[in-house]
């Protein structure tokens, strides 16, 4: 599986980005999919998952309310709309695909995408 993120750039405190992660393969609809941000200086942190079916979803406490995840299996896609962006929203942001992902941590990823940066100037 190849994971290429895209949609990253600059954006002033309070606008809005999509991301999207498109993913190679025939086998997308097994893989719970996330989105991990890395700040500069700091360790990588969960941001978002969303089950094989999309019906379930999962946020961090820092992103919540503002970022909603989706996918579309059809496109072998899964997007990150990010809203309201803060200046500590600034990182790169990866997306990882795994068959027993654990929301809210870095468990169980199979596969990691090159990130897109995401700057927020405030």
């Known amino acids: 599986v190849q994971l290429q993120a895209s949609g990253g750039g600059l954006v002033q405190d309070g606008g809005s980005l999509r991301l999207s992660c498109a993913s190679s393969?025939?086998?997308?609809?097994?893989?719970?999919m996330a989105w991990i941000r890395q700040a500069p200086g700091k360790e990588r942190e969960f941001v978002a998952a969303?089950?094989?079916?999309?019906?379930?979803?999962s946020y961090a406490d820092a992103v919540k309310g503002r970022f909603i995840i989706s996918r579309d299996n059809a496109k072998n896609t899964v997007y990150l709309q990010m809203n309201s962006l803060k200046p500590e929203g600034t990182a790169v942001y990866y997306c990882?695909?795994?068959?027993?992902?654990?929301?809210?941590?870095?468990?169980?990823?199979?596969?990691w995408g090159k990130g897109t940066q995401v700057t927020v100037s405030s």
């Open positions: 990882a695909a795994g068959r027993a992902l654990v929301f809210h941590s870095l468990d169980g990823i199979d596969y």
């Open positions: 393969g025939r086998t997308f609809t097994q893989y719970i």
């Open positions: 969303i089950s094989w079916s999309g019906g379930g979803t």
